[in-house]
C-alpha cells in the first residue's frame, strides 16, 4: 500500500469579452480567461497536483501551448488524460481539494455544478472532490480582477478499492 501527495498553481490573465470557464463549468462574466486552451485554471491547478503527485511532470509538458493540438481545447478533456496516465501506472484519486482565487464574479452559486463536473471526469464520487472559492479582498491582481489563480491538492493511493 502506498500514498502520494501533489499540489498545483495555476493563474490566467483576465480580458474583456473571453468566456470564462471555470472547474469546467461555463460561468456568465463579462471577462474570460486568456489562454491558449479554454483557460479553465481550476482544472490546470488540479491536473498539475494530480501529476506531481507522481512526479510526472507539469501540464505544460504534456500538453504544450505550442502545440495547434490544444487550441482551444476543453480542460476536462486534458483532465481525464491525466487521470488515465495515473490509473495506467495502477494508482487511484483518495480526494482533490480545490481553492479558487477570484475577486468577481461570485463562484458560489457554480461549486456544486463544478464539483459534479470535475467528479465525473475522474470517476468520483463528489464527496472526494471539494472546490471552494475566495476573493483576495481587492489586494493583487486577483483583487484588481487582472486574473484568477487556483490551487489544488490530491491525494493518490495503490489501494484499489477506496
Ligand atoms: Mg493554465
Known amino acids: ?11 490566467h490573465q483576465l480580458a ?8 469546467g463549468v461555463k460561468i456568465p462574466h463579462t ?3 486568456v489562454a491558449h486552451s479554454d483557460g479553465d485554471v481550476l482544472i490546470h491547478a488540479l491536473c498539475d497536483a494530480l501529476l506531481g503527485a507522481l512526479s510526472l511532470g507539469d501540464i505544460g509538458q ?8 490544444y487550441k482551444g481545447i476543453d480542460s476536462k478533456i486534458l483532465l481525464a488524460r491525466v487521470v488515465e496516465m495515473i490509473r495506467d501506472r495502477g494508482w487511484s484519486v483518495v480526494n482533490v481539494d480545490v481553492t479558487l482565487l477570484a475577486q ?3 463562484i458560489a452559486p457554480f461549486v456544486p455544478r463544478m464539483r459534479q463536473a ?15 472559492a475566495t476573493t483576495t479582498e481587492r489586494l493583487g491582481f486577483v483583487g484588481r480582477e487582472e486574473g484568477v489563480a ?4 490530491c491525494l493518490l493511493t495503490t489501494i484499489d478499492r477506496i
Open 104 to 106: 468577481k464574479p461570485k
Open 150 to 153: 487556483a490551487y489544488a491538492t
Open 16 to 23: 474583456e469579452g473571453l468566456p470564462l470557464v471555470l472547474g
Open 62 to 69: 504534456h500538453f504544450p501551448d505550442t502545440s495547434d493540438d
Open 1 to 11: 500500500m502506498d500514498f502520494r501527495v501533489g499540489n498545483g498553481y495555476d493563474v
Open 118 to 132: 470535475l467528479a465525473d471526469v475522474m470517476g468520483l464520487s463528489v464527496d472526494r472532490v471539494s472546490v471552494k
Open 31 to 33: 471577462k474570460g480567461c
